[in-house]
């Protein structure tokens, strides 16, 4: 085997993840993903649905993400650089505000496993954390729900 070439075709995984979201793909004009790795992906859901508008988050760039083959108005790559229910409030709200709907693309993770699922629990308001932040966004958002509609709206994200 040589050591300078992997053993994971990353276009075979760009593909199967299309594949598995290919519903969610299909009826949603806007996604966010967890994992930029090399945007093969991200291209892949934009032929895939040419009408679909993505937001990325990825974790721990220094260095200029490659994503200037992307549209600005189609593809919006964010970073951080870990774990900030600061910056993720914001984003949070997108979501909500938005209708975004979450994915995520775990063969770019690699040793962030753990922060990527802090985060990805926190955007669909699986933690606690992200629940009482959705929560306070959704009564923001809509002041005339009670506690029991935003639960509802809740976990119509989360499924």
Request: hydrophobic share 40%; proline share 4%.
């Amino acid at each position: 085997m040589n050591a300078l070439r992997s053993r994971v075709d990353p276009k075979d995984q760009a593909e199967k993840w299309v594949h598995f979201h290919d519903g969610i793909l299909a009826e949603r004009s806007k996604i966010f993903i967890l994992g930029f790795g090399n945007g093969l992906h991200v291209d892949l859901a934009l032929q895939f649905n040419p009408k679909i508008n993505v937001k990325v988050l990825e974790l721990g760039f220094d260095v200029q993400i490659p994503y200037d083959r992307f549209s600005p108005d189609r593809v919006d790559v964010l970073s951080l650089k870990k774990f900030d229910e600061e910056d993720l409030g914001p984003i949070l709200e997108t979501i909500l505000k938005d209708n975004y709907s979450v994915l995520i693309f775990r063969p770019c993770w690699a040793e962030q496993q753990d922060q990527y699922m802090r985060i990805y629990a926190y955007l669909t308001c699986r933690s606690e954390e992200g629940f009482s932040a959705g929560k306070r966004i959704l009564k923001t958002l809509h002041p005339t729900l009670n506690s029991e509609e935003a639960w509802f709206c809740l976990q119509q994200l989360v499924r």
